[in-house]
């Protein structure tokens, strides 16, 4: 069965979906999207898009495309409480006498979080792939993330940028580091429903949907401040993944430990911040840690910087957010399709 998703007029019933116009395709609901009038569903292999959208109450039809998180190799790693180098280089560690995040709520959208580990508090989330099961990581990628943004400060292994934000696990992406569209629309709307702040999102697609485009728009709209991974197929010219290249949305490129553009780091004129991204000591499934690589644990330094800023200044738009971050930015002397505004500052932008 193919998986796609249907996008209905406004006044189509549920029953009449159901009813009506899955028979005729040996069509099943896999899952509404009521942020954006859809459903998930499976549907013949041999029915095609232009046959669904010739049913009454239809708009149109889309692939229920692959996203995938956004890593490169990992290395395995050691315990005791270490500050890594990404959070000393963005300078958070002088952030925190003005501030640490508190009571800011961060939701990553990833592979889920590692509901057993010492380094990490979770304080609540979804599993939307299948909400019969827990948000627990099966990948390693989303603890690695979350670890980034919000390690705590308990001595043992390390401590993230803003260390006492409160993490919400929002699974999207299977074991294999690949969800569905339709899993993340639904994810993003549980964002919306629980009134979070700031969401990560380090993973990716090459493939522009509209419907994912007006998912991230309906979270911008209710003013909540969007993070994403610029996408790791650089050094080659507009290679920015979506979301990332999405306006509502700030896009986070890599930096090394010696101030470069990771060679892997996706260019294009949508970038709007660089963080560090290569070698990024974090937690990691199975009470573990581990380092990483990839726009995928760049992109959860400025989600942490910005929880830092929230906490200490209050609400801000989404736009104001992001235009405050690149503002106190670091220049790198590098092109705007490579770096953006900068290096985002924590510290610089707590206390400007």
Known sequence: MNRKIIVFDDEMERSAIEQNVLPAFSGKVIKYLPLVKAAAVFIDPSTTNEEFTRQAGVKRVINDVKVYALETSPAIQKPLQVLPWGVDRIDAEKAWAESTGSRVKVAVIDTGID???PDLKI????????KEKSYKDDNGHGTHVAGIIAALNN????????????LYAVKVLGADGSGNLSDIIEGLEWCINNNIQVVNMSLGTDEAEDLFHEAIKHVYNAG????????????????ISYP??????AAVAASSQFDQIAFFSSRG???????????????????????LSGTSMAAPHVAGAAALVLAKKGVMSPDKLLNHLKETSQDMHFSPDKQGAGLVDAYISVTS
């Not at 001595?155 to 409160?166: L, S, Y």
């Not at 909540?224 to 290679?239: C, E, L, Q």
């Not at 970038?271 to 581990?290: C, K, M, Q």
Request: zero cysteines; glycine letters at 14%; proline letters at 4%.
């Open 244 to 249: 990332a290249k999405y306006p509502e949305v």
């Open 115 to 117: 509901t057993g580990h």
């Open 123 to 130: 304080y609540g989330g979804i599993n939307t792939i299948n």
């Open 155 to 166: 001595r043992v292994g390390v401590i993230g940028v803003a260390h006492d934000a409160m």
């Open 224 to 239: 909540i401040f969007i993070v994403a991974a610029a996408g790791n197929s650089g050094p080659r010219d507009n290679t």
């Open 269 to 291: 004129a949508e970038v709007d911040l660089v963080a560090p991204g290569v070698n990024i000591y974090s937690t990691y499934r199975g009470r573990s840690y581990r380092k």
